[in-house]
């Protein structure tokens, strides 16, 4: 039977005070550059569809230099295995948190 790692996505809503500063500790990148992240595949998949990649997130880490490896390996830890699934598992509980819109 296979251990299944909770996303740590699950968690934001209930963390606060030094709880909520580890998991942005731990982040790939800071909090910010994951929120501007956010907001530029709202913008794209506004009016293209998902192909069910993560072509526009990629597109955004090579426009800004950022570490891929590691911003995609979160990405699809907390289930954003494509850009359109960032925008449903992550962007909800990304932005409850921190009020990004």
Not at 34 to 61: A, F, G, T, V
Not at 71 to 93: R, S
Request: aromatic share 10%; proline share 3%; hydrophobic share 35%.
């Amino acid at each position: 039977m296979a251990i299944l790692r909770k996303r740590q996505i699950d968690n934001l809503e209930q963390l606060s005070g030094e709880e909520l500063q580890a998991f942005i500790d731990s982040l790939p990148d800071a909090q910010e550059t994951i929120s501007e992240l956010l907001n530029y595949l709202e913008d794209e998949l506004y009016d293209k569809e998902c192909n069910h990649s993560l072509r526009y997130s990629m597109q955004y880490m090579m426009e800004k230099n950022l570490n891929f490896p590691k911003l995609t390996g979160w990405l699809t830890d907390n289930g954003g295995y494509c850009d359109c699934k960032v925008m449903e598992q992550i962007a909800p509980e990304w932005r409850r948190k921190f009020g990004d819109d």
